[in-house]
Antibody, heavy 121, light 108 residues
Framework: EVQLVESGGGLVQPGGSLRLSCAASGFTFSSYAMSWVRQAPGKGLEWVSAISGSGGSTYYADSVKGRFTISRDNSKNTLYLQMNSLRAEDTAVYYC??????????????WGQGTLVTVSS | DIQMTQSPSSLSASVGDRVTITCRASQSISSYLNWYQQKPGKAPKLLIYAASSLQSGVPSRFSGSGSGTDFTLTISSLQPEDFATYYCQQSYSTLRYTFGQGTKLEIK
């Protein structure tokens, strides 16, 4: 059974940093790209960042480029999101998702339960 | 960036109704369109991928169609557990996804 468990959320002051983790199990972690998607309170889904299975390719939304860094440790089956220079508008539930990517289709087929990040003084 | 626009933003319907939600892309995305269902306090759940393929375990009352820029999600006969928010997602830009703003389906 595929399981994704996020951790690391919490309350942080504006300008601060936080590192989120996503522990994966039930599939060959290194074979799949992974993503982070967030949802501000009462708002819709926003794609944040993604990383290839090997970790060699990374992608970011313009809203977080230069502030957030996605990485993975395939030996630990864990995905990370390092978030620096946090702003109030980064307040959201952050989900990690497993990606299935082929030449004909690409989708997020499993999601974690989410971890809440609150940026406030 | 590819923009995704869903309509309507909200919808009231009754159990047993047939419901259609539309999603339009700002440029052609072929069939790289996915649909997700989200219930309050829960993670999104994949319903349809590649515009019309039903994810394993999803009831057959859900269907998707379209290609290019215009797509639809249809629920053939609403069940009580279907009241939720639905999102489309383009995956044409590999690993640089964007979502529609969501459609909240409420009980009439």
């Amino acid at each position: 059974e595929v399981q994704l468990v996020e951790s690391g959320g919490g309350l942080v002051q504006p300008g601060g940093s936080l590192r989120l983790s996503c522990a994966a199990s039930g599939f060959t972690f290194s074979s799949y790209a992974m993503s982070w998607v967030r949802q501000a309170p009462g708002k819709g889904l926003e794609w944040v960042s993604a990383i290839s299975g090997s970790g060699g390719s990374t992608y970011y939304a313009d809203s977080v480029k230069g502030r957030f860094t996605i990485s993975r440790d395939n030996s630990k089956n864990t995905l990370y999101l390092q978030m620096n220079s946090l702003r109030a508008e980064d307040t959201a539930v952050y989900y990690c998702a497993k990606e299935t990517v082929t030449t004909a289709k690409s989708y997020s087929d499993y999601w974690g339960q989410g971890t809440l990040v609150t940026v406030s003084s | 960036d590819i923009q995704m626009t869903q309509s309507p933003s909200s919808l009231s319907a009754s159990v047993g109704d047939r419901v259609t939600i539309t999603c339009r892309a700002s440029q052609s995305i072929s069939s790289y369109l996915n649909w997700y269902q989200q219930k309050p306090g829960k993670a999104p759940k994949l319903l349809i991928y590649a515009a019309s393929s039903l994810q394993s375990g999803v009831p057959s009352r859900f269907s998707g169609s379209g290609s290019g820029t215009d797509f639809t999600l249809t629920i053939s006969s609403l069940q009580p557990e279907d009241f939720a928010t639905y999102y489309c997602q383009q995956s044409y830009s590999t690993l640089r996804y964007t979502f529609g703003q969501g459609t909240k389906l409420e009980i009439k």
